[in-house]
């Protein structure tokens, strides 16, 4: 493709674009359990209406925009004080939960600079069902992962477990309330005060649950605690543009105080430019995000967002107990909110997926660990709610016509994966993926025998082939 000579009109412009989205799933008829959170329309319009209000705004220079300054501080006061924080919390609004644990670790590195200086190379205590954000942030900051397995019934962190990994190394305990995998809620109580006890900080991960799990404690339901009424806990993130139904590219990150908040944040005067303070990773970016935020939390409220948590957990059950029901099919751990994964002891739910993914439902896969087997993850939002029973009743069909299907040649995955280990160069691999469907440049259809494959390789070797794979998509 070359820049057209002359350009299009707009018109022309955005016939083309909205041709290019039909070879997409289907979210808005709510088929897409995972990735898109969707509230109603009057709610959506709104959000749209003031990120493009905000669009051209730049977050660069709050002297030149006051108005986006005073946007992030009631957008970041709103979700401080619905997360139990005092007037000490201070913090930012980021472009994606990623960006706040990024953030949150790179705080706590330069935190332990400071005030742990013998520490030459910083690590940080996690559990396995952790957000891979964390591993991101680790190899992006030079921090050390230190993994932990978690309970294999509950899929809580193992927080013995956690206690015996922490060195004089260790700078940082990670919880998540909940993990986004299996939506079980870490035992957080337990963790900051094992972070109190040996000095060191401790990030919740609230990114998905953060806004959601407060709205269905103000419903009355048992919910674990895991926010700053902790005093063990130092940091928390939550996402804007998950369960807060606002537009991608927010999230906040907050800090029990300015102090440790003060390390997250970067200057320079060092240039012939201009002078760049930056609190976030980013530079210049767009306010949209920010005022789409603003929008969502005045615009639904307490009481919008208390209905739409009503409503979707009251789905989610249904779906839940209606997944028990099919024969074949268990739920992992304890869910304590929206999102959960669920196994099969008979069939391959790679296949599954693909089956429902032809019938136009999108559920995640999800790879095997030591102590778990692989599932599919179900996010139920409330675009999605009003479909639990018709997808209840695909999922049954799918689950009879994958356990009827003729099963892959189990010596198949068998043999690439012995003649990966064998010679596990990047020509070899890409020969031997290439027919089982992963060719360089083209997005895969079918998934389950690619799945199947990069499951059952070491990860540091699959992680090389999604990498490669990607390196040659665009
Ligand atoms: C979604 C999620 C993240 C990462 O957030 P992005 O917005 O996708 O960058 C991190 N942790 C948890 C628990 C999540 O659910």
Known sequence: MTIPPIGMTPDEIMATLRSFKTHDMDWQSGRVFAYVYQPDETAAAVVRDAYMLYLTENCLDPTTFPSIAQLERDVVHMIAGLLQGDAQVAGNVTGGGTESILLAVKAARDWARAHRPHIAQPEMVLSRTAHAAFHKAAHYFGVKPVVVAFDPATFEADVAAMRAAITDNTILLVASAPCYSQGVVDPVPAIASLAQEYGLLCHVDA????????????????????????????????????????????????????????????????????????????????????????????????????????????????????????????????????????????????????????????????????????????????????????????????????????????????????????????????????????????????????????????????????????????
């Open 207 to 474: 990114c998905v649950g953060g806004i959601y799990l407060s709205f269905l404690r103000k419903l009355g339901y048992a919910v674990p605690p895991f926010d700053f009424s902790i005093p063990g806990v130092t940091s928390l993130s939550v996402d804007m543009h998950k369960y807060g139904y606002s537009a991608k590219g927010a999230s906040v990150i907050l800090y029990r105080d300015r102090a440790l908040r003060r390390y997250q944040m970067f200057a320079s005067t060092d240039t012939t430019g201009y002078t760049l303070i930056n609190p976030t990773v980013l530079s210049s970016r767009s306010a949209g995000p920010i005022a789409g935020a603003w929008a969502i939390l005045h615009h639904l409220g307490e009481a919008g967002y208390r209905e739409i948590v009503a409503t979707v957990q009251a789905a989610t059950e249904r779906l839940i107990a209606g997944i028990r029901a099919i024969d074949g099919l268990f739920v992992l751990g304890q869910p304590a909110m929206s999102m959960f994964s669920f196994a099969s002891n008979d069939i391959n739910v790679f296949h599954l997926a693909d089956a429902l993914r032809r019938r136009g439902w999108f559920l995640q896969p999800q790879f095997s660990t030591p102590l778990s087997p692989r599932n599919l993850h179900v996010s139920v939002t409330y675009g999605v709610a009003h479909n639990v029973e018709a997808l209840l009743a695909d999922l049954a069909a799918c689950v009879d016509e994958v356990r009827q299907a003729p099963p892959t040649d189990p010596t198949l995955i068998q043999t690439l994966v012995s003649a990966i280990a064998r010679d596990p160069s990047p020509a070899t691999i890409t020969e031997l993926m290439a027919t089982i469907g992963l060719q360089p440049g083209r997005l895969p259809q079918e998934m389950a025998v690619i799945n199947d494959v990069l499951d059952a390789l070491p990860d540091a070797v699959a992680n090389e082939i999604v990498i490669d794979f990607f390196n040659n998509l665009y």
